[in-house]
C-alpha cells in the first residue's frame, strides 16, 4: 500500500526502528532487506484510526505490502516466530542437518534418499 498523497510521512528514525525491530525482514514472508525493497505500513490505517506509534507498524516487503487489501489491519509481527514450531514427530519437522542442502526463512531442501 501506498501513503496518501496528504499524509504525513512516517520520520527515518522511527522507519529505522520498525526495521531494526523487525531484524531487516520482512515481518510476514520473512525475506531479507538486502533481497526485497522493504515498506514501514500501519497495522491499523490512518485512515480508520491508527496511529504512526512504533506498536502500530510493521515490516513489510513490496510483494506482501501489495497483497494487502485496502484497510486491512492485519498485524503480521508475530507470524514468522510461527515459522520456528516444530512438531513432535513430524519427518519434515525433525530434519537431519547433514541432508539438508539448502534453507532460507520459509523453507528448507534435504537431499532425497
Excluded at 523487525?22 to 526485497?36: M, N, Y
Excluded at 514501514?40 to 507498524?57: A, K, Q, T
Aim: charged share 30%; hydrophobic share 35%; glycine share 8%.
Amino acid at each position: 500500500m501506498t501513503r496518501a498523497e496528504n499524509a504525513p510521512a512516517i520520520s527515518g528514525k522511527l522507519r529505522h526502528e520498525v526495521l531494526k525491530r523487525a531484524g531487516f525482514h520482512c515481518d510476514l514472508c520473512g525475506v531479507s532487506a538486502d533481497e526485497c525493497a522493504l515498506e514501514v505500513e500501519h497495522i491499523l490505517p490512518r485512515e480508520h484510526g491508527g496511529s504512526d506509534e512504533l506498536e502500530n507498524l510493521q515490516a513489510l516487503c513490496s510483494r506482501c505490502s501489495a497483497g494487502r487489501a485496502k484497510g486491512d489491519d492485519a498485524d503480521f509481527r508475530k507470524v514468522r516466530e510461527s515459522y520456528d514450531e516444530r512438531k513432535e514427530g513430524c519427518r519434515f519437522c525433525q530434519v537431519i542437518a547433514a541432508r539438508m542442502v539448502g534453507s532460507n526463512a520459509l523453507s528448507y531442501a534435504i537431499r532425497d534418499g
